[in-house]
């Protein structure tokens, strides 16, 4: 694993540099951290950047976040994850999962908000619960974690994610519509009743705009 103080984007240093399976880097700061869709992520000092290099799976998000959860230890607070890259802490977005493909590896980027300035009204981090986090410790364990859920089925996979999303059961709008989440299809997909029939979402396709 390379250990980094600060790099332009934990993604794109691996991507540029090494695109070997298990390859990994951890940063302290991004200077030009990115979230899905092109979003800026806010990656002051004082976060947890970390980036690392997969065989490609459909799945990874949902791997990636599951090990995350499994990860936190001890949080004794309601830790969710929300479709299709978020991880929410007591209703607030706490990290999240940016999954890039290259052919047949896929950088799997995750952000934590541990102790950095953050300033948007619905982010939170670490600091807020007082949780203190090893940032080796914890990576040592989300390897583990995540080697063992990468060997999941499918079915399995999403079995354990429909457990803790955080969209289960809730209304919800996007660009084109709103509905009440039922599910997550064998696809990845998101499953909601618009009243009027039942729709897949997909996360390449949508952004989620209330909840």
């Known amino acids: 694993m390379h250990i980094m103080d600060t790099v332009k984007s934990t993604n794109n240093w691996l991507s540029d540099f090494f695109l070997n399976i298990g390859d990994s880097i951890l940063a302290i700061r991004q200077t030009e951290g990115k979230g899905r869709r092109g979003n800026n992520w806010s990656s002051d000092s004082g976060g947890l950047y970390f980036t690392l290099v997969s065989s490609s799976n459909k799945l990874l998000?949902?791997?990636?976040?599951?090990?995350?959860?499994?990860?936190?230890?001890?949080?004794?607070?309601?830790?969710?994850?929300?479709?299709?890259?978020?991880?929410?802490?007591?209703?607030?977005?706490?990290?999240?999962?940016?999954?890039?493909?290259?052919?047949?590896?896929?950088?799997?980027?995750?952000?934590?908000?541990?102790?950095?300035?953050?300033?948007?009204?619905?982010?939170?981090?670490?600091?807020?619960?007082?949780?203190?986090?090893?940032?080796?410790?914890?990576?040592?364990?989300?390897?583990?974690?995540?080697?063992?859920?990468?060997?999941?089925?499918?079915?399995?996979?999403?079995?354990?994610?429909?457990?803790?999303?955080?969209?289960?059961?809730?209304?919800?709008?996007?660009?084109?519509?709103?509905?009440?989440?039922?599910?997550i299809d064998k696809d990845g997909s998101l499953i909601v009743d618009t009243s009027d029939k039942i729709v897949n979402l997909y996360s390449e396709e949508v952004s989620i705009e209330k909840y």
Not at 76 to 88: E, G, M, R
Not at 136 to 143: P, T, V
Request: with cysteine; hydrophobic share 40%.
């Open 61 to 183: 998000p949902f791997i990636a976040g599951l090990s995350v959860l499994e990860s936190l230890v001890g949080i004794k607070y309601n830790i969710k994850l929300k479709w299709p890259n978020d991880i929410i802490l007591n209703g607030r977005k706490l990290g999240g999962i940016l999954c890039e493909n290259y052919g047949n590896y896929t950088v799997v980027g995750l952000g934590l908000n541990m102790d950095n300035r953050i300033s948007l009204s619905k982010a939170i981090n670490l600091k807020d619960i007082n949780y203190n986090l090893d940032r080796l410790d914890f990576i040592s364990l989300f390897l583990f974690n995540f080697d063992n859920n990468l060997n999941l089925s499918s079915e399995k996979i999403l079995e354990k994610y429909t457990k803790v999303d955080f969209l289960i059961g809730k209304n919800i709008s996007w660009e084109k519509g709103s509905g009440i989440v039922k599910s």
